[in-house]
């Protein structure tokens, strides 16, 4: 190879922070548009059919209970979904309609737990689990790549630590003078 093609195979062959960078930035902007389609509301139902489903689906069935008005076969889901279509026929809004069912029902009703009061401790509490283990496994990933390995003493050609007390010092030097009077040769 000449010096001109090794030159020109060094300048077509992509740089790997370049490669690097660019896939970091085509990764930040997938998740920011992620992040915008999760954070947006869904469009609101047009037909009063679709909005009884959208309150219906907030909704546990009474009967069924692991299932939502929406989805139950029930009679008393289909006179619930009666009750929310007057009730949005009459100018009243889902969260009104939802409040009269907890009113009789109590928040077992809410597929989802409110996020308020004690309740609020369901939402938080799988974050800070996570967030836990999360900072438990970066501190034993640290602790194992600095060396620390947190396991026993098992080197016995070096010294045990300084946290041993002279009784413990003999019984160790006891136990090596044992061990090494012991070893075939």
């Known amino acids: 190879m000449t010096s001109r093609s090794v030159q ?5 062959a992509p740089r790997p922070r370049l490669v690097l960078a660019l896939l970091a930035g085509a990764l ?3 998740s920011l548009a992620l992040a915008v389609v999760a954070l947006r509301s869904p469009a609101r139902p047009a037909t009063l059919e679709g909005r009884v489903r ?3 689906s907030t909704l ?3 009967v069924c209970q692991s299932l939502s008005v929406a989805d139950s076969p029930s009679g008393l889901a289909r006179q619930m979904r009666a009750e929310i279509a007057s009730g ?3 100018g009243r809004t889902p969260d009104q309609i939802r409040a009269t069912f907890v009113k009789s029902y109590g928040d077992w009703i809410l597929l989802s737990p ?3 009061g004690l309740d609020l401790l369901l939402w938080i509490a799988p974050v800070a689990l996570l967030l836990a283990g999360l900072a438990a496994a970066v501190m034993a990933v640290r602790r194992w790549t600095l060396g620390g390995g947190g396991g026993a003493h098992t080197n016995v050609d070096e010294p045990a630590g300084p946290d041993l007390s002279a009784a413990d010092r003999r019984l160790l030097d006891r136990a090596l ?3 090494e009077a012991e070893e075939p040769e």
Not at 8 to 12: F, G, P, Y
């Open 28 to 30: 930040l902007a997938a």
């Open 114 to 116: 409110p996020r308020h």
């Open 177 to 179: 003078a044992h061990a």
């Open 8 to 12: 020109a195979a060094r300048t077509s």
């Open 60 to 62: 546990r069935c009474p």
């Open 54 to 56: 959208a309150v219906a």
């Open 88 to 90: 949005l026929r009459a």
